[in-house]
């Protein structure tokens, strides 16, 4: 603990109580090193100066009557930000160190240099503001770090200029509009040994997902080289998602997102002979190599150990973090290098959401990752550099490559943000969020391909993947409060298909998902025929089989590209809800669907009537496509048991007979994935009449029936759904439906299978809601946007049905 005299203090002599003495950024630091290397978190070793050095500095250099005076010339108006932040920073950088300052930072340093067995140890400087980190305010970037610092001059130099860092710009605007009294905020810096993550990797990682706020999940950002470019997005980083939950069995392998980024270049030590001074930076950007672009910067193993250390710290803080970690490419060992409390979604009030929807737009112009879950349209204005700051004409969208703090006085005017590079965690995405702005960054070519005063709308309300659209389109805004949805002893679970838009409801008090739509994730993120990858090497088509190498690049077996995909894309979905269930039913792509894969065509046969054709069950053990559902199996079987989301049931599309029920189960058992075995539960589709007729002896094979009311309705009245001529004789409340779905209800339950529906109906139907609750349905499954409509159905009808009971 530091004494109000100290100049120094060593991080494991610190703990989190004393952000006042050496502000957020170190107090944390300590608090690590003191607490948490018992747990395996590791820390490089280092020191602080203290607020006490920072005013010792200033009264040194009578610096306190040029700060005051200069800052009420600004808040007076005679000066710009620019000239006041220019003056002070000129005036801190003309400073003299105070001889036992300089004295006890020097040996500070040799001390370090000796415990790490090394002469001149290049070490971090990095700035901590005594304010900083606190719950309403994050301080993100706002001062200075420097890297690969060697000697006592040259650290000397960095710690002034960290001083001097505490009156940039931005920093000076951030203070004034957080409240904060500028001659009360002092500034401690952190000398912390050097990770060589320069030859090996670094990057940041949240302990909650950034964009919906979901807390069992850890996502984590990476790039090659040292964490500056990921932290300031000036990289494209891969990224890592992680469901928390499952990491305390270290059996499991619960990493449900991995998407390789371009990391076209990494940031590296400068030659050492340019070290004399800070007037040659010590760091310097080159591109990455090809292999490097194309490969991952982590290990399955080093992703699972940072999303393990980011549950401890989490645990030990009591809060969400957002944590920068850094890989020593000498030795492989991995380590933590700062952690501040999560500033956005963490504080984000969970009882009421605003939830968006496009319902007209234009066509889509550039796509990149999402950020925030809102809509915005307005004007594009282009901006290269902060020094056109001048040009922005406020409520604008702002286009530009990326963003550093610098930029965030111009971020705050903006309608929204797009960004040419960076990920979810670069400065722009952390930014965007705590402004409550949508933003859409990474993606690209913004900056070519949209232009000034160019009318667009930026959507991020549909999922990961967020959209800029010509002109100004039109959407729905509705604030959904969960507070005022009723309980039911109907269960109501959701019908859900993108896995990038998974996490996005995970707030709705659903009951599980009922329906997991396996061909959407086929179509969206996998893109290709199952059986052109099973059967890659005799493909005729040379044109699919390019295209299948393209996108199966870094995949020495192509088939794993299609398990590890489909594995991961239902793991975000199965993730969101568990461990309730999330029944998954398995492809029930038409002929002519399959047939647009990429190398679809070769496999699937012309159909006069794809709906009533070579679909569902029939598939899965004839010879055409058996090898594909293997690759479906694999993939099922790896969610439920590598992975460890054993709440996931599978469930059967199209199955025609008692036959062919049979004939599945036993492919289903030879690919890994037999009914009963480590809780594996199987449900089947009811959709054709002979699921109703024979449903007792269907019950005797599968754990329960989903009801697809739309095909149902289809082959009891005879109606093509699709026929607009007919569209007036489709109706699922049908006299000869509804007795289709009171039956199979009564015989299922008879046979000890719980039974629901899949459909719109009771969405657009009270009384159809009614009329299920009124037969016993065990669930109801339905589109996230119906779902407190039908709840509420529901209640009521169970109320009445209650009241009735009781009379």
């Given at each position: 603990?530091?004494?109000?005299?100290?100049?120094?203090?060593?991080?494991?002599?610190?703990?989190?109580?004393?952000?006042?003495?050496?502000?957020?950024?170190?107090?944390?630091?300590?608090?690590?090193?003191?607490?948490?290397?018992?747990?395996?978190?590791?820390?490089?070793?280092?020191?602080?100066?203290t607020?006490?050095?920072?005013?010792?500095?200033?009264?040194?250099?009578?610096?306190?009557?040029?700060?005051a005076?200069?800052?009420?010339?600004?808040?007076?108006?005679?000066?710009?930000?620019?000239?006041?932040?220019?003056?002070?920073?000129?005036?801190?950088?003309?400073?003299?160190?105070?001889?036992?300052?300089?004295?006890?930072?020097?040996?500070?340093?040799?001390?370090?240099?000796?415990?790490?067995?090394?002469?001149?140890?290049?070490?971090?400087?990095?700035?901590?503001?005594t304010?900083?980190?606190?719950?309403?305010?994050?301080?993100?970037?706002?001062?200075?770090?420097?890297?690969?610092?060697?000697?006592?001059?040259?650290?000397?130099?960095?710690?002034?200029?960290?001083?001097?860092?505490?009156?940039?710009?931005?920093?000076?605007?951030?203070?004034?509009?957080?409240?904060?009294?500028?001659?009360?905020?002092?500034?401690?810096?952190?000398?912390?040994?050097?990770?060589?993550?320069?030859?090996?990797?670094?990057?940041?990682?949240?302990?909650?997902?950034?964009?919906?706020?979901?807390?069992?999940?850890?996502?984590?950002?990476?790039?090659?080289?040292?964490?500056?470019?990921?932290?300031?997005?000036?990289?494209?980083?891969?990224?890592y998602?992680?469901?928390?939950?499952?990491?305390?069995?270290?059996?499991?392998?619960?990493?449900?997102?991995k998407?390789?980024?371009?990391?076209?270049?990494?940031?590296?030590?400068?030659?050492?002979d340019?070290?004399?001074?800070?007037a040659?930076?010590?760091?310097?950007?080159?591109?990455?190599s090809?292999?490097?672009?194309?490969?991952?910067?982590?290990?399955?193993?080093?992703?699972?150990?940072?999303?393990?250390?980011?549950?401890?710290?989490?645990?030990?803080?009591?809060?969400?973090?957002?944590?920068?970690?850094?890989?020593?490419?000498?030795?492989?060992?991995?380590?933590?290098?700062?952690?501040?409390?999560?500033?956005?979604?963490?504080?984000?009030?969970?009882?009421?959401?605003?939830?968006?929807?496009?319902?007209?737009?234009?066509?889509?112009?550039?796509?990149?990752?999402?950020?925030?879950?809102?809509?915005?349209?307005?004007?594009?204005?282009v901006?290269?550099?902060?020094?056109?700051?001048?040009?922005?004409?406020?409520?604008?969208?702002l286009?530009?490559?990326t963003?550093?703090?610098?930029?965030?006085?111009?971020?705050?005017?903006?309608?929204?943000?797009?960004?040419?590079?960076?990920?979810?965690?670069?400065?722009?995405?952390?930014?965007?969020?705590?402004?409550?702005?949508?933003?859409?960054?990474?993606?690209?070519?913004?900056?070519?391909?949209?232009?000034?005063?160019?009318?667009?709308?930026?959507?991020?309300?549909?999922?990961?993947?967020?959209?800029?659209?010509?002109?100004?389109?039109?959407?729905?805004?509705?604030?959904?409060?969960?507070?005022?949805?009723?309980?039911?002893?109907?269960?109501?679970?959701l019908?859900l298909?993108?896995?990038?838009?998974?996490?996005?409801?995970?707030?709705?008090?659903?009951?599980?998902?009922?329906?997991?739509?396996?061909?959407?994730?086929?179509?969206?993120?996998?893109?290709?025929?199952?059986?052109?990858?099973?059967?890659?090497?005799?493909?005729?088509?040379?044109?699919?089989?390019?295209?299948?190498?393209?996108?199966?690049?870094?995949?020495?077996?192509?088939?794993?590209?299609f398990?590890?995909r489909?594995?991961?894309?239902?793991?975000?979905?199965?993730?969101?809800?568990?461990?309730?269930?999330?029944?998954?039913?398995?492809?029930?792509?038409?002929?002519?669907?399959?047939?647009?894969?990429?190398?679809?065509?070769?496999?699937?046969?012309?159909?006069?009537?794809?709906?009533?054709?070579?679909?569902?069950?029939?598939?899965?053990?004839?010879?055409?496509?058996?090898?594909?559902?293997?690759?479906?199996?694999?993939?099922?079987?790896?969610?439920?048991?590598?992975?460890?989301?054993?709440?996931?049931?599978?469930?059967?599309?199209?199955?025609?007979?008692?036959?062919?029920?049979?004939?599945?189960?036993?492919?289903?058992?030879?690919?890994?994935?037999?009914?009963?075995?480590?809780?594996?539960?199987?449900?089947?589709?009811?959709?054709?009449?002979?699921?109703?007729?024979l449903?007792?002896?269907?019950?005797?094979?599968?754990?329960?029936?989903s009801i697809?009311?739309?095909?149902?309705?289809?082959?009891?009245?005879?109606?093509?759904?699709?026929?607009?001529?007919?569209?007036?004789?489709?109706?699922?409340?049908?006299?000869?439906?509804?007795?289709?779905?009171?039956?199979?209800?009564?015989?299922?339950?008879?046979?000890?299978?719980?039974?629901?529906?899949?459909?719109?109906?009771?969405?657009?139907?009270p009384?159809?809601?009614?009329?299920?609750?009124?037969?016993?349905?065990?669930?109801?499954s339905?589109?996230?946007?119906?779902?407190?409509?039908?709840?509420?159905?529901?209640?009521?009808?169970?109320?009445?049905?209650?009241?009735?009971?009781?009379?």
């Amino acid at each position: 603990m530091a004494t109000h005299t100290t100049q120094v203090v060593w991080f494991e002599d610190l703990r989190r109580g004393d952000v006042p003495t050496v502000g957020g950024k170190n107090a944390s630091l300590g608090e690590m090193v003191a607490t948490l290397g018992a747990s395996g978190v590791k820390v490089p070793p280092g020191f602080a100066t203290t607020a006490a050095a920072y005013w010792h500095f200033v009264e040194a250099n009578g610096l306190r009557q040029t700060l005051a005076v200069t800052l009420r010339e600004l808040a007076d108006g005679k000066l710009t930000l620019a000239e006041a932040g220019d003056a002070i920073r000129r005036a801190i950088l003309r400073g003299e160190w105070p001889a036992h300052t300089a004295d006890a930072i020097r040996a500070g340093y040799r001390a370090l240099c000796a415990r790490a067995h090394r002469d001149d140890l290049d070490v971090a400087v990095r700035s901590s503001a005594t304010a900083e980190d606190l719950p309403d305010a994050s301080f993100a970037g706002q001062q200075e770090t420097f890297l690969n610092i060697r000697g006592e001059r040259a650290l000397l130099d960095a710690c002034r200029r960290c001083y001097a860092s505490l009156f940039t710009d931005r920093a000076i605007a951030y203070r004034e509009a957080k409240g904060f009294d500028h001659l009360k905020v002092a500034l401690s810096v952190g000398i912390q040994q050097m990770v060589r993550s320069d030859v090996g990797g670094a990057g940041v990682m949240f302990s909650i997902d950034t964009e919906t706020g979901f807390d069992k999940a850890v996502l984590i950002n990476a790039a090659w080289g040292l964490g500056e470019n990921v932290v300031q997005g000036a990289v494209d980083p891969d990224e890592y998602e992680v469901f928390k939950p499952l990491l305390e069995d270290e059996a499991h392998v619960p990493i449900i997102g991995k998407k390789r980024g371009e990391k076209a270049q990494k940031m590296v030590y400068a030659k050492p002979d340019a070290q004399a001074a800070l007037a040659t930076p010590p760091t310097k950007n080159v591109p990455a190599s090809k292999a490097e672009r194309a490969a991952f910067v982590l290990a399955d193993s080093e992703i699972l150990t940072l999303s393990r250390w980011a549950c401890i710290i989490e645990g030990h803080y009591g809060q969400p973090m957002d944590i920068e970690w850094a890989k020593d490419g000498l030795t492989g060992e991995m380590f933590i290098v700062q952690a501040r409390p999560e500033t956005v979604q963490s504080r984000r009030e969970a009882s009421a959401v605003k939830t968006y929807r496009i319902t007209q737009a234009g066509r889509k112009l550039v796509a990149g990752v999402s950020i925030g879950e809102a809509v915005a349209a307005g004007t594009v204005c282009v901006i290269e550099s902060p020094r056109d700051i001048d040009r922005f004409v406020d409520g604008a969208v702002l286009v530009t490559e990326t963003t550093d703090p610098d930029w965030v006085p111009i971020m705050r005017r903006a309608a929204a943000i797009i960004t040419d590079h960076g990920g979810r965690t670069s400065h722009a995405a952390i930014v965007s969020r705590e402004l409550g702005l949508p933003a859409i960054v990474g993606t690209g070519n913004a900056t070519h391909l949209l232009h000034d005063q160019q009318e667009v709308t930026v959507s991020c309300a549909e999922g990961r993947d967020g959209f800029v659209y010509e002109g100004i389109a039109q959407y729905e805004v509705e604030e959904i409060d969960f507070a005022g949805i009723p309980a039911t002893q109907t269960k109501i679970m959701l019908n859900l298909a993108n896995p990038g838009a998974a996490f996005r409801w995970w707030r709705l008090p659903a009951d599980g998902v009922g329906l997991a739509r396996m061909e959407f994730v086929v179509s969206n993120h996998i893109k290709i025929h199952p059986m052109a990858l099973a059967r890659y090497d005799t493909l005729a088509d040379e044109t699919a089989k390019a295209t299948i190498a393209a996108l199966t690049e870094g995949y020495e077996d192509k088939t794993e590209y299609f398990v590890e995909r489909l594995a991961r894309g239902l793991a975000r979905i199965a993730a969101a809800h568990y461990p309730r269930p999330v029944i998954v039913r398995m492809s029930d792509f038409k002929t002519n669907e399959y047939a647009h894969l990429v190398g679809g065509a070769e496999f699937e046969p012309a159909e006069e009537n794809p709906m009533l054709g070579f679909r569902g069950a029939s598939r899965y053990y004839s010879p055409r496509y058996r090898d594909g559902f293997a690759l479906e199996c694999r993939a099922i079987e790896r969610l439920r048991n590598e992975m460890g989301f054993a709440n996931v049931i599978v469930m059967i599309p199209f199955c025609r007979s008692t036959k062919e029920a049979d004939r599945v189960l036993q492919v289903m058992a030879e690919n890994g994935l037999k009914r009963g075995q480590d809780g594996l539960q199987v449900y089947v589709m009811c959709e054709i009449p002979s699921n109703v007729i024979l449903a007792k002896a269907f019950a005797q094979r599968f754990d329960g029936f989903s009801i697809g009311s739309n095909d149902l309705t289809q082959l009891t009245l005879g109606v093509d759904r699709d026929s607009a001529d007919l569209a007036g004789l489709f109706d699922e409340q049908d006299e000869a439906v509804k007795w289709m779905i009171g039956n199979v209800i009564t015989q299922a339950h008879e046979a000890g299978a719980k039974v629901g529906l899949c459909g719109q109906a009771p969405s657009d139907h009270p009384e159809f809601a009614e009329f299920l609750v009124a037969c016993g349905i065990d669930s109801i499954s339905v589109s996230p946007d119906s779902f407190i409509a039908v709840k509420r159905r529901v209640a009521v009808a169970e109320s009445a049905a209650s009241k009735k009971t009781a009379q």
